[in-house]
Nanobody, 120 residues
Framework: QLVESGGGLVQAGGSLRLSCAPSGRAFVPYAMGWFRQTPEKEREFVATTTCSAETARYADSVKGRFTISRDCTKSTVYLQMNNLKPEDTANYYC???????????????WGQGTQVAVSS
């Protein structure tokens, strides 16, 4: 199980930093990523990475604004979100698995989600 934190309400143009770490026994998955979902849409890919920063991949909608990073000594993954837009409003989920892919079904472990709301 994974636990996310850092969500909240922010004005457009503002920033938030999400964090995610395993609860209970620590483990270091090969890939960790972020997805988001609203009531109107299916869960969509945001970003994923391994312990090597050069493997980071992003959805086109967040490139240049969001940065994913990991602290593999703590099994933690972060999502720095800058220049937030109202369309970024969603429940954000952390995921862990063995591949850095955009398909949510390929991830094994999930968090409960943290809400991000961006006002215009």
């Amino acid at each position: 199980q994974l636990v996310e934190s850092g969500g909240g309400l922010v004005q457009a143009g503002g920033s938030l930093r999400l964090s995610c770490a395993p609860s209970g026994r620590a483990f270091v998955p090969y890939a960790m990523g972020w997805f988001r979902q609203t009531p109107e849409k299916e869960r969509e890919f945001v970003a994923t990475t391994t312990c090597s920063a050069e493997t980071a991949r992003y959805a086109d909608s967040v490139k240049g604004r969001f940065t994913i990073s990991r602290d593999c000594t703590k099994s933690t993954v972060y999502l720095q979100m800058n220049n937030l837009k109202p369309e970024d409003t969603a429940n954000y989920y952390c995921a862990a698995g063995s591949l850095t892919v955009q398909d949510a079904a390929r991830y094994t472990y999930w968090g409960q989600g943290t809400q991000v709301a961006v006002s215009s």
